[in-house]
């Protein structure tokens, strides 16, 4: 596989980190290359992330916490990662889990343990912790489960989280009494007063949450001193990788567009901004240090969990699609919903993070469908609607509008270049490039890591 970084996401002066913080415009620094979720998830983020990350020097995670999956297929090994950047698997990188991620930590250690197992050595020693990150105790994911049974009981519908404590922890967040890497391994005496406030505070919401907080507490205390020597300032340590020596930096967005707090299809949204901004606030990485934004999209579109979706396929196409695509959570091992490719909500993922390039993924699993469509417009009592509707009922309503392509009908798993395509399937994808306006860099038609074609 080439190399997929170019010349101007390497900064061209070779300055001394931290040699004083006056900086020019033109003397920006390394850039960071994102990679985003366009859809609702699971478009394939970590294939194209690990396929990056075999020439990158750090990589990133900013935001979400162990909701996400993310697959990565090497060498016939299947790997999925929760809230390891996928990049661990590069024994030459670094990892950095960063301040905008929320941590459960007996998960972030038993993946890394699973993934010991499965081969995946050293791999704390190739991990770096922001101090600034929240952490999500173990009582956060009991309240959201609480949560969810308040929304069913008041609503008839819950939001079909992945029960990973996520919401709670980012509203502690928000509401400043949450806690952080730095006040766990600060004075220990102070971490457990502030501990016993918030589980008091949820206590009083939630009058059933029972937490054993002498045993919650030994547990942390353990898991304090295993995270120790992977905890760094974040800011700094980004500060250092951009204006340090030439290298490449690479963020793994988790959750996607459509799942953004502010811009998904809220309130069936998660609770932290997976888009660009999200790189930059979940990170310390000024603007200015954003060099290519790749999103990722599948050729179709799934959905987890409850909330409008368009072009969902309730019907054979929709079985079918789920069956050849394996739509299954990596997280939770819910079966994903089904539809056609909506252009609509990707044209909406690039209007808010301004793709450079896309990856479609999943080329192959449309390869036995006699015809294909592609969500193109939504209408509102029979007009076009140029924007992407905020209110969910007013989504609920929308008529798409499609075109329809005659399928391929052909096995594309085997096809490493442009030329090896079927015309068929060349024309569907220059019809998504057009429409989007973003140019195609890559066509995935297979789980493993070369089964990638680069198209420039
Ligand atoms: P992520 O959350 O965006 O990283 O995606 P997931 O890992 O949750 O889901 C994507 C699924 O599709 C995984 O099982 C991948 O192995 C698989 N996958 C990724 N790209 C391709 C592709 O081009 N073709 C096929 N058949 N599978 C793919
Ligand atoms: P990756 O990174 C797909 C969905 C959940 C639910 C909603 C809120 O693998 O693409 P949360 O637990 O975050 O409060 O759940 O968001 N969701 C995802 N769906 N892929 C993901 O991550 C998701 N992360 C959250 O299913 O509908
Ligand atoms: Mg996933």
Request: proline share 4%.
């Amino acid at each position: 596989m080439s190399v997929t970084w170019s010349a101007k996401d390497l900064k061209n002066t070779n300055q001394p980190a931290a040699t004083g913080l006056k900086r020019s415009r033109n003397d920006v620094g390394n850039k960071a290359t994102v990679v985003l979720g366009a859809q609702w998830g699971d478009e394939g983020k970590g294939k194209v992330v690990d396929l990056l990350a075999t020439e990158a020097d750090v990589v990133c995670r900013c935001q979400g916490g162990n909701n996400a999956g993310h697959t990565v297929v090497v060498e016939g090994k299947e790997y999925d990662f929760h809230l390891l950047p996928s990049g661990i698997i590069n024994t030459k990188s670094i990892s950095l889990i960063g301040n905008g991620v929320v941590i459960h930590l007996p998960g972030l250690f038993e993946e890394g343990d699973k993934n010991d197992k499965k081969g995946l050595k050293g791999w704390e020693k190739r991990l770096i912790v922001s101090d600034r990150a929240h952490i999500v105790f173990d009582f956060h994911q009991v309240v959201d489960g609480l949560q969810e049974t308040e929304r069913q009981a008041q609503e008839g519908k819950n939001i079909g989280t992945t029960k990973k404590g996520i919401g709670p922890a980012y509203s502690s967040k928000a509401s400043r009494t949450g806690l952080r890497v730095c006040d766990l391994l600060g004075d220990f005496k102070d971490f457990s007063t502030k501990f016993k406030n918030l589980v008091h505070q949820y206590q009083s919401m939630y009058p059933a949450l029972t937490v054993d907080v002498e045993d919650q507490l030994k547990k942390l205390k353990e898991y304090a001193e295993r995270l120790r020597p992977m905890v760094r300032d974040g800011v700094y340590y980004m500060y250092e990788a951009l204006h340090g020596s030439p290298k490449k930096i690479l963020v793994e967005g988790a959750n996607a567009a459509l799942l953004d707090i502010d811009f998904g299809t809220y309130p069936f949204v998660t609770s932290s901004n997976c888009t660009v901004g999200g790189a930059c606030t979940g990170l310390g990485i000024p603007p200015l240090n954003i060099g290519d934004v790749f999103g990722v999209a599948k050729a179709y579109t799934t959905r987890v969990g409850i909330g409008a979706f368009p072009t969902e396929q309730l019907n054979a196409v929709g079985e079918l699609l789920q069956t050849r695509g394996h739509e299954v959570g990596v997280t939770t091992g819910r079966k994903r919903r089904c539809g056609w490719l909506d252009l609509v909500i990707v044209r909406y993922a690039h209007m808010i993070n301004g793709f450079t390039a896309i990856a479609l993924t999943k080329l192959d699993i449309l390869d036995v469908l006699d015809e294909i469509k592609v969500g193109v417009a939504y209408k509102l009592n029979g007009k076009r609607i140029p924007h992407f509707p905020a209110n969910m009922d007013v989504l609920q309503k929308v008529e798409v509008e499609y075109e329809t392509f005659p399928g391929w009908k052909t096995d594309t798993s085997a096809a490493r270049k442009w030329n090896d395509l079927p015309a068929k399937a060349q024309n569907y994808i220059r019809f998504i490039e057009n429409h989007i306006g973003v140019p195609i860099k890559w066509v995935g038609v297979g789980k493993s890591r070369e089964c990638m074609i680069q198209m420039f």
